[in-house]
């Protein structure tokens, strides 16, 4: 019998995890299935999966980062490449967040909810530190620190140096640049065998997911979750208008050459985790060269989050009708600008969205215990957000690499 394709294997297991997680769902209560079951075996395979994904991020960003800022070679065109993707990113988290506020708005989410018939859960407000001291930190100081905190940007930055020097040295270092590639071509694989354990790792994060999510609360907060996802699905049209318009690639194709990667996304809910996959698939799928998605990748990683902004939009319209207050025309632009920030701010690991979205509110001045209310079904929207989070880096690399002629393999591209 032929062996199933990986994709094919990834989204059986993704399937098989939701049925299993809805079988075990009844008895999550049950000190063998909550203990044994879901606490001990989905919690170890899930966790060594998202483990092994993540012991490669610093790994494969390092090395393909300097090997590629090292084969650009040009200052200013990685100054453009930068400021274009940048560019690309601001610009669809604003136009995110936007769509979340309208879909919120028409449809009045929240609005005749009584706020003591919810459930309400227990949160706590993320500690804001001085805006000048997050800046600094992105600053590299100890590179060693910086990689075993994985401080994305600071690494970003530390390898781009690297690279450039590399450049401007020549020869004098040709031989560490092939080490590079060489390395490179290493990482690469091990990403690729990782994936092996891809469709266990999923089966066991979904089913542990579904287990352990209460269906009343999703039940009483259906209205919220609907909302945000319709909201998510317009916003994929976005995207899909800039891969037409601006990448000449079907829509239709991209999903289903990038299906690896959205189920990675789906189960890990983290974009950091996501990472490896996102670059491997990237080069193997879609002949996008390594130079440009070895840096905007990992960028987008970390300040790229259109899906948190679009459930922040939700969430703070949802939470302004629950305490019926209004919201007029200058609160909903300072809600755009503030999600912008917040999901600039927003790290790429599960349930980060959530602590972001207190600075959200209080620009707002909405209650923070609404938060309360929606981190019930947070697990949830954080898989689907988490998709559109790193679909939107995919999407403005692919196009960015479009614009840049940077498709390194035309026969990928168009397959
Ligand atoms: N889990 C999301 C991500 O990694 C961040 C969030 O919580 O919104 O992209």
Do not use: W
Not at 147 to 155: D, N, P, R
Not at 315 to 338: E, K, M, S
Request: some cysteine; glycine content about 8%.
């Amino acid at each position: 019998m032929k062996k199933l394709g990986l994709t094919t294997r990834i989204m059986v297991g993704l399937a098989l995890g939701i049925l299993f997680g809805l079988i075990l769902s009844p008895f999550s209560k049950t000190p063998f299935v909550k203990d044994v079951v879901i606490d001990s075996v989905l919690a170890f395979f899930g966790g060594a999966f998202i483990n092994l994904m993540k012991v490669m991020i610093v790994p494969l960003v390092s090395v393909s980062l300097a090997m590629g800022a090292a084969s650009i070679g040009d200052i200013k065109k990685l100054r453009r490449i930068g400021t274009k993707v940048l560019g690309f990113y601001f610009a669809t988290t604003a136009i995110a967040v936007a769509i979340g506020l309208f879909v919120a708005k028409i449809t009045g989410v929240g609005k005749g909810m009584k706020m003591g018939e919810l459930p309400v859960g227990e949160f706590k407000v993320a500690e804001q530190d001085k805006l000048i001291n997050v800046l600094l930190d992105m600053v590299p100081k100890n590179i060693v620190n910086a990689m075993s905190e994985e401080k994305m940007l600071a690494i970003i930055i530390f390898f781009l140096l690297l690279g450039v020097a590399i450049t401007a040295l020549g020869d004098k270092v040709k031989n560490i640049k092939v080490i590079l590639e060489e390395a490179n071509e290493l990482v690469l694989k091990m990403v690729e065998l990782i994936m092996e354990v891809a469709p266990i790792g999923v089966f066991a994060l979904i089913s542990k997911v579904v287990a352990s999510t209460g269906v009343d609360v999703l039940l009483k907060l259906v209205g919220f979750v609907v909302v945000t996802l319709i909201a998510f699905v317009i916003h994929t049209g976005v995207y899909q208008i800039m891969l037409v318009s601006m990448a000449k690639m079907s829509p239709i194709k991209f999903f289903k050459k990038f299906l690896k990667v959205i189920s990675v996304a789906f189960s890990t809910s983290s974009s950091n985790a996501t990472i490896p996959v996102n670059i491997e698939t990237l080069s193997e799928n879609f002949g996008v060269s390594e130079e440009i998605s070895s840096f905007t990748i990992p960028l987008g990683a970390t300040v790229n989050m259109d899906g948190t902004a679009i459930m922040q939009g939700v969430a703070a319209v949802f939470i302004a009708n629950l305490y019926n207050i209004h919201l007029g025309p200058t609160q909903y632009l300072g809600i755009i600008l503030t999600a912008v920030l917040a999901s600039v701010g927003t790290a790429g690991v599960p349930g980060a969205g959530m602590l972001m979205l207190s600075l959200v509110l209080k620009q707002a001045g909405l209650p923070l215990e609404g938060i309360g209310v929606v981190i019930g079904v947070d697990r949830i929207i954080d898989m689907f957000r988490t998709v559109v989070n790193i679909t939107g880096d995919a999407v403005c690399t692919i196009v960015v690499a479009r614009s840049e002629n940077e498709i390194t393999d035309m026969e990928k591209f168009n397959n």
